[in-house]
Nanobody, 117 residues
């Protein structure tokens, strides 16, 4: 079992920044994929960014809309996953979910990000 708890969402003006955090606990395996997904109202959940980890190596992937604005990072020692979001736009408004995949898939409860003036 893996538990994921997100934090850091909130209301921000267009052009602003937010940093999301995800605390993972439980049976974290050396090979896993951790990432951020988002779901806007009335839309399907979509990938924002993910890190594929094989022990100490990592491969990062970003959705096109996230390239150049969002940065995903991970602290293995603390079992933390982060998403730094810059130059936020109103269309980034969504619930952001932390995701862990290894032998099974786990989701956090989500954190709301609202970009509005």
């Amino acid at each position: 079992q893996v538990q994921l708890v997100e934090s850091g969402g909130g209301l921000v003006q267009p052009g602003g920044s937010l940093r999301l955090s995800c605390a993972a606990s439980g049976s974290i395996r050396g090979f896993n994929v951790m990432g951020w997904y988002r779901q806007a109202a009335g839309k399907q959940r979509e990938l924002v960014a993910k890190i594929t980890s094989v022990y100490e190596s990592a491969n990062l992937n970003y959705a096109d809309f996230a390239v150049g604005r969002f940065t995903i990072s991970k602290d293995n020692a603390k079992n933390m996953l982060y998403l730094q979001m810059n130059s936020l736009k109103p269309e980034d408004t969504a619930v952001y979910y932390c995701n862990y995949q290894s032998r099974a898939t786990y989701w956090g409860q989500g954190t709301q990000v609202t970009v509005s003036s």
